[in-house]
């Protein structure tokens, strides 16, 4: 059994087939949570999960991309230019509080998420995104929720922001893209990093990879980005988290099965799924 703990049936790149994607990995014994990044594609993961009696979870949240400033949906655009949703849905969005909390009521919502910092894309300024990441973290600490943080050319103040909640809060840096040092101050305040595709592809974690505990190792695909080898250049799917296994297996020098027990475990104990 595997979980992928961040994926995006939910967005707009599944919107022809996104249940047949879904019974496909329910089949190959593999669970997801789909994982929101403002009120439309939050709202649909929650529908989501509620379709299936199990395996299928839900994450809300707004991204820090979609907070607003000048000329955000160019932006996201050039990044990702191959999917439909991000230009339909790259449009600045205000963070109401309890919109965001009537979901997470829902008992399929296992986390508040994705939420965090993005300074590569910048769109909106640095001071509001830490606000609506605070605002966030308050909703996570009262919905009593694990959280997905999304973290791009950020880590010092993430780290500066989390350590001021130093035990307060769980959670998971999805997508790790940090050094070794700043993967060991997560660590030591409790937190998981999770790995997808790009493992595959480049060695830039390789190191973080091999030297972190199995124990706070999660797996992801964040599809339909960042698809792994083989299938690079095409779309990304939840069914596609085995070949992150294999990559962690390999370079851990462990088998897949190990892998495969210990991160699911994971994914339940923080999750609480």
């Known amino acids: 059994m595997l979980i992928d703990t961040h994926a995006h049936i939910?967005?707009?790149?599944?919107?022809?087939?996104?249940?047949?994607?879904?019974?496909?990995?329910?089949?190959?014994?593999?669970?997801?949570?789909?994982?929101?990044?403002?009120?439309?594609?939050?709202?649909?993961?929650?529908?989501?999960?509620q379709k299936y009696s199990s395996g299928v979870f839900a994450a809300v949240g707004l991204h820090p991309i979609h907070l607003g400033g000048e000329g955000?949906?160019?932006?996201?655009?050039?990044?990702?230019?191959?999917?439909?949703?991000?230009?339909?849905?790259g449009r600045p969005e205000e963070?109401?509080?309890?919109?965001?909390?009537?979901?997470?009521?829902?008992?399929?919502?296992?986390?508040?998420?994705?939420?965090?910092?993005?300074?590569?894309r910048n769109a909106a300024?640095?001071?509001?995104?830490?606000?609506?990441?605070?605002?966030?973290?308050?909703?996570?600490?009262?919905?009593?929720?694990?959280?997905?943080?999304?973290?791009?050319?950020?880590?010092?103040?993430?780290?500066?922001?989390?350590?001021?909640?130093?035990?307060?809060i769980c959670g998971v840096i999805h997508s790790f893209s940090g050094r070794w040092s700043q993967a060991q101050e997560y660590l030591n305040m409790g937190f998981y990093l999770s790995f997808n595709g790009i493992i595959t592809f480049a060695r830039d974690y390789d190191r973080v990879v091999c030297q972190m505990p199995l124990e706070r190792l999660l797996l992801e695909t964040d599809c339909p980005y960042l698809t792994p080898v083989p299938f690079r250049g095409k779309r990304n799917e939840p069914s596609y988290v085995k070949y992150v296994a294999q990559k962690v297996a390999e370079l851990r020098g462990i088998t897949f099965e190990e892998v495969a027990k210990v991160t699911t475990r994971n994914a339940r104990q923080l999750f609480k799924i």
């Open 95 to 120: 963070f109401d509080y309890d919109f965001y909390k009537s979901l997470a009521k829902n008992e399929k919502v296992v986390a508040i998420g994705e939420i965090g910092l993005d300074y590569y």
């Open 72 to 89: 955000e949906e160019k932006a996201i655009k050039e990044q990702v230019d191959e999917f439909e949703e991000v230009v339909i849905f």
């Open 10 to 49: 939910n967005f707009v790149a599944f919107k022809d087939d996104g249940d047949e994607v879904t019974k496909r990995c329910l089949a190959e014994n593999i669970w997801m949570i789909n994982v929101g990044s403002q009120s439309e594609t939050s709202k649909r993961a929650v529908d989501y999960a």
């Open 125 to 168: 300024e640095r001071k509001l995104q830490i606000e609506i990441l605070e605002k966030q973290i308050k909703l996570a600490k009262e919905m009593k929720k694990s959280v997905i943080f999304h973290c791009r050319e950020a880590h010092n103040d993430l780290l500066k922001i989390l350590k001021k909640y130093n035990g307060e």
